[in-house]
């Protein structure tokens, strides 16, 4: 099964057959002061750097959240979708709890984006799934029900079910329909990321759909983040996941030589030209740096 997006002038398929699809994360206010402070202040210089230098160390997409306290948000994030568009060609994954701002960032988004989230809870696939179809839109569905997060992989699986009959009922495609199904931290619960990679498996078993990840979720509160990023990345991508919101610049890597190991880079030549790509990228960052 293949999902399409399209940014300005580039278009990505995820599937379990094609490689892996990073949607950059970093532009996002939460536990950013500093981004916070510039979407208060006006300055987009800032976001449209992140913007280029998350597609340039290999972001496919472009997680899109504008989300600061008292911040005129719909506004907001109408200008700073219109602003990345002629910045960067990539798809936009508009990221926003609320229905009112992502109407507001589909309508400035070019080609076809992705909306980062719906769960299936009864209001939201009410209020978010409409919006998402008429604009032609994919969907991230988080496996969240009206109780909570679900403990059991079986019951993140219904979860998942709930989100796909309802948008199917909504005439959302199945293919447009992508899957989280939770990564939560090892942290405080060591089969935390057990649980994920068992819904995983579920997931691509039952209905095939795409499964996207909030990865670098499994590694909060532990010291060596990236290791354990690193680490489960290259477990969910044997597991089926296909796509996930994360650093680029940590990840990439990993992430490439994955895709080279599960058979999706032809004799790695994708792989190396990352390589060569990424080593550019840190000589250029290394000259510039102040001394």
Not at 154 to 175: F, L, Y
Not at 257 to 271: I, N, P, Q, T
Request: with cysteine; charged share 20%.
């Amino acid at each position: 099964m293949h999902t399409v997006l399209r940014g300005s002038s580039r278009e990505v398929t995820i599937g379990v057959d094609k490689p892996f699809v990073m949607i950059g994360e970093k532009i996002n206010p939460t536990g950013n002061k500093k981004l916070a402070a510039a979407l208060q202040a006006g300055d987009l210089e800032g976001v449209v750097a992140l913007a280029q230098k998350q597609v340039a160390w290999g972001a496919d997409v472009l997680d899109i959240n504008v989300g600061v306290p008292g911040l005129d948000e719909i506004s907001v994030i109408s200008t700073v979708v219109r602003l990345l568009s002629q910045s960067v060609d990539v798809a936009f994954c508009i990221d926003s709890g609320k229905t009112e701002i992502l109407a507001a960032g589909l309508g400035a988004a070019p080609g076809k984006p992705l909306v980062n989230s719906v769960n299936a809870e009864k209001k939201q696939l009410e209020t978010i799934l409409p919006i998402v179809r008429d604009r032609g839109a994919a969907v991230i569905g988080l496996t969240i029900g009206d109780a909570g997060i679900p403990k059991t992989p079986e019951e993140r699986v219904a979860a998942a079910d709930t989100i796909i009959r309802r948008a199917s009922q909504t005439g959302i495609p199945i293919e447009d329909i992508l899957i989280d199904p939770l990564v939560m931290t090892v942290g405080s619960d060591s089969r935390a990321a057990l649980v994920t990679l068992q819904t995983i498996e579920l997931l691509r078993k039952e209905f095939g759909v795409n499964i996207n990840l909030g990865a670098s979720n499994v590694s909060f509160g532990l010291p060596d983040r990236e290791t354990f990023n690193q680490a489960f990345l290259s477990m969910a991508m044997q597991a089926g996941a296909t796509c996930a919101i994360t650093d680029p610049v940590k990840l990439g890597s990993a992430i490439r030589a994955g895709d080279v190991l599960l058979g999706r880079d032809d004799y790695a030549m994708r792989f190396l030209k990352y390589y060569r790509q990424a080593e550019a990228l840190r000589s250029q960052e290394t000259a510039t740096a102040p001394q």
